[in-house]
């Protein structure tokens, strides 16, 4: 089993020497039967085919409470601090085959580290800019059940990414159960499949934090969510940028020059009254709902 991070120990020092940081019990069983469901109302029209869709926030409201995660996010505004947003999301389910490797996959593994052309436009070791965040909503504590696999010190080593077919002997499975979120740097080497011959569908859902400087990597169609969510969602959409005069220049982006109304996550204030509000609005509508 991984090691579960240690809250005795800065999330940091874990998270910068493993790579990765593991929570188990991220989600309630409830959370997780929710999101679940939502996954297969979005696979319906084709549950027997591996899924891999992006921009999952506007499809269905069961996600949004990922965004601001109690259990989650400060660990995140500890390592990336506030000035973030979720430039990339998606859900994934692979069902059960008979197969016990890749080998029927063309891409095999599909090994990689986030971020696409950051590797090609940075000299290493780039950055670290990015976190990404498994949901892991089914137990994956046993051996082929379809889990992410990852290539241990990968994140510093800056080492090449090995061939789709091949499984290093420095390869490992996150075995974890339903309910775990793990955290993990976007430079550590993973893959985007592993067979699964568990017998039950796997489902996880992924979110990527960056900064908000950074471009989406999803269309990012979520401008109708804009009534449903607070300020600190609204933040983390990208909804909240404004333009903002710096020592009299006219006309700079909130995304390089954040001000309050930018990052309402920076002013933990407003989101409890926001909260304090929500729990008055849910109690006046329950009193007029009898
Ligand atoms: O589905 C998985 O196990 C990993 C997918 C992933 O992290 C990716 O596609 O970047």
Redo the contacts with the bound molecule.
């Keep these: 089993m991984n090691d579960a991070v240690d809250i005795s120990q800065s999330a940091r020092e874990v998270f910068e020497q493993k790579g990765y940081i593991t929570i188990p019990d991220a989600l309630s069983g409830q959370q997780v039967a929710s999101l679940c469901s939502a996954i297969d109302d979005l696979t319906a029209h084709d549950p027997g085919k591996i899924h891999?869709v992006a921009d999952i926030f506007g499809k269905h409201d069961a996600f949004l409470e990922l965004l601001d995660l109690p259990t989650v996010l400060p660990v995140i505004t500890e390592l990336l601090g506030t000035n973030i947003w979720v430039n990339h999301s998606?859900l994934?389910a692979?069902p059960a085959t008979d197969s016990k490797d890749v080998s029927e996959f063309d891409n095999g593994y599909?090994w990689?580290r986030?971020g696409g052309a950051i590797h090609k436009d940075l000299p290493w070791p780039p950055p670290l800019l990015s976190i990404?965040i498994?949901y892991y909503l089914t137990d994956l504590m046993q051996q082929g059940s379809?889990?992410?696999y990852f290539i241990r010190d990968s994140h510093n080593t800056g080492e090449r990414t090995p061939h789709a077919q091949e499984l290093p002997d420095s390869a490992f499975p996150m075995m974890c159960k339903a309910g775990t979120a793990v955290l993990f740097d976007r430079r550590l080497i993973?893959?985007?499949?592993?067979a699964n011959y568990s017998g039950n569908k796997r489902r996880?859902i992924?979110v990527q934090y960056a900064f908000r400087w950074m471009a989406a990597v999803d269309p990012m169609n979520v401008e109708h969510l804009r009534k449903k969510c607070g300020p600190v969602r609204q933040q983390l959409l990208g909804m909240t940028t404004q333009v903002r005069t710096i020592d009299g220049a006219q006309g700079r982006s909130g995304l390089y020059y954040p001000g309050p109304g930018d990052v309402p996550l920076a002013h933990p204030g407003n989101t409890s009254r926001e909260s304090r509000l929500r729990a008055i609005a849910r109690r006046l509508l329950r009193i007029l709902g009898r």
């Design positions: 891999n998606h994934n692979n599909g990689h986030d990404k498994g379809g889990q992410t993973h893959s985007i499949r592993s996880v992924f």
